[in-house]
């Protein structure tokens, strides 16, 4: 079924917030805002962001864009980070330690950094996930 | 009735790792700590713990992991050693700087280059003002006690920092030792559920954890690591009370041994202080008025307390198992001498960079620095303060 942009605007509130510092006209925050449309409604999503553009402009403090939780820590290992919180899900999950419902963890790479500097970091979230 | 077992320093840190069964542990090998993770990965293999074990690639990642984790609302460990900490640094200080409760074993050696696999303690000082909390083990006995006491205190709500428990490579972490373990359901008794007050993971309160933190708020944050830091002195105190309820075992900021009286001392940390009581013990029968100040707790470093317990020394040697290369002393010498200087308390001071890349340090050597204060207690002269321990002599000139 093809992508319809319309409907998914219209029936998917926002998870990502206006007000952040990306400059205007750039094509970055529209596809955030969209990747967070695609998770249904009632999960809950742990982000986690390179250092980057995209990462300065949407959580300086003590503000940020992100409704759902969001993790930073450098500009070569968000896969790495990622995987850490994912592990911390299944664990905690496993043991009963979480409600039930469903969380979701999506990493954005940054302005290029995870496939140079971030590409082994990169290679350990292929090896938790693949 | 406690458990007496023999174990080397690797599998006393991986049993307690076992007893407190963490939510993560995500490691990468390296000598002398690969065991760790290796004890460790078994337990998780053979349903022991409840643990997630990261294979990861690296020690960023490893770190980075912990983080993760940490972060997301789990108890995360991890191990390393020497390089691997030097890759780990960067997200050391971010680990702090998040005020994430990770335990961190880390198994003294010296960090290249050369390459040299043995212990001295330039990786722990590579890191010393990391805003981790810093304890030194002498025996493996003192690995495990550290370790089990680890998550009580990097977990309180005034100090929510990470720590590190340091013991020396190959000396203790390979030598198997007897030891006394707790049994396991008074472990989990006394290390408690850990239940954070914000974390990712809690999806009824979303949290941003790691910002962009500019000129207006950096400062602030930063002085907020350093409040905790000195917090954590007192609930390490608070937390080695209630350990020694249970075991019996003492525990302070540091070890005096046979000080009260002490005319000349020594300052050191790590395994070298069994060699020094030997020495101490020795001298004692000889007349010898000698003692030790052992420093348990480095970060935070207990300046105050050090100064108190060696004002009535006429002379004292602090060593050091890694060299600052600043051409003034090392790392422990600058700490011990900088917190006397400003509680108002002078004795003659040398320093002793000694150990280094596993050179054996023995109890001639320890003497020989004995012989050195009594020798400035006598002259009142110190022609230079900055001096090795050990060393090939045609090297030191």
């Known amino acids: ?130 | 009735m406690s458990i007496r077992e023999r174990l080397s320093g690797n599998e006393a840190a991986a049993t307690a790792m076992k007893q407190i069964n963490p939510d993560v542990v995500a490691a990468f090998p390296i000598t002398p700590s690969t065991e760790i993770p290796q004890y460790f990965s078994t337990f998780v293999a053979n349903g022991t713990v409840d643990t997630e074990f990261v294979a990861v690639e690296s020690e960023h990642s490893a770190m980075s992991a912990c983080i993760g984790a940490e972060a997301a609302g789990a108890r995360a460990m991890t191990a390393t050693s020497a390089n691997g900490l030097s890759l780990m640094w960067e997200m050391i200080y971010i680990a702090s700087s998040l005020r994430l409760p990770i335990v961190l074993s880390l198994v003294n050696r010296a960090v290249s280059g050369p390459l040299n696999i043995h212990c001295d303690h330039s990786d722990a000082m590579g890191v010393r003002d990391s805003g981790w909390i810093m304890l030194f083990s002498e025996t493996n006995q003192e690995a495990y006690d550290n370790t089990l006491m680890a998550h009580r205190i990097a977990e309180h709500k005034d100090v929510m920092l990470p720590l590190m428990v340091c013991q020396d490579g190959f000396i203790t972490s390979h030598a198997i030792e007897n030891i006394e373990l707790v049994e396991d359901d008074k472990v989990k008794e006394f290390v408690g559920e850990y239940h954070p007050e914000h974390y990712l993971l809690n999806k009824e309160e979303p949290i941003a954890v790691g910002p962009l933190d500019l000129q207006a708020y950096l400062f602030e944050h930063k002085a907020q690591q350093a409040t905790a830091m000195k917090n954590a002195k007192q609930v390490i105190l608070d937390v080695s009370k209630d350990f020694e309820k249970m075991t019996g075992r003492s525990y302070g900021l540091f070890e005096e041994y046979k000080l009260e009286d002490a005319e000349v001392a020594i300052v050191c940390m790590n395994s070298t202080a069994g060699t020094t009581k030997f020495v101490v013990d020795n001298l004692r029968a000889e007349g010898i008025k000698a003692g030790l100040l052992k420093i348990r707790v480095f970060r935070p470093f207990p300046g105050e307390e050090i100064a108190k317990a060696l004002s009535h020394i006429k002379a004292m040697a602090i060593l050091d198992r890694a060299d600052s290369l600043n051409a003034a002393g090392g790392a422990l010498f600058e700490d011990v001498t900088s917190s006397m200087y400003v509680n108002n308390v002078h004795v003659p001071a040398i320093n002793y960079v000694y150990g280094i890349g596993g050179r054996d340090t023995k109890a001639d050597d320890i003497k020989s620095v004995y012989m050195d204060l009594l020798d400035i207690v006598k002259t009142n002269k110190i022609d230079n303060p900055y001096r090795y321990l050990g060393l090939r002599k045609e090297a030191q000139k």
């Open chain 1, 1 to 130: 079924m093809a992508y319809n942009l319309k409907e998914v605007v219209a029936n998917r509130p926002s998870r990502f917030t206006p007000g952040h510092r990306m400059c205007a006209g750039c094509g970055a925050p529209p596809i955030a805002r969209h990747i967070m449309r695609a998770l249904k409604p009632e999960d809950h999503a742990v982000v986690c962001g390179a250092t980057g553009c995209m990462e300065v402009s949407t959580f300086i403090y003590p503000y940020t864009a992100w409704t759902d939780s969001f993790i930073h820590t450098a500009f070569e290992c968000a896969g790495a980070t990622l995987a850490g919180a994912e592990a911390a899900y299944q664990s905690m999950k496993k043991q009963g330690k979480l409600p039930e419902g469903d969380t979701k963890f999506i990493a954005f790479g940054g302005d290029g950094g995870t496939y140079d500097i971030g590409l082994q970091s990169l290679s350990r979230c292929y090896g938790t996930w693949a």
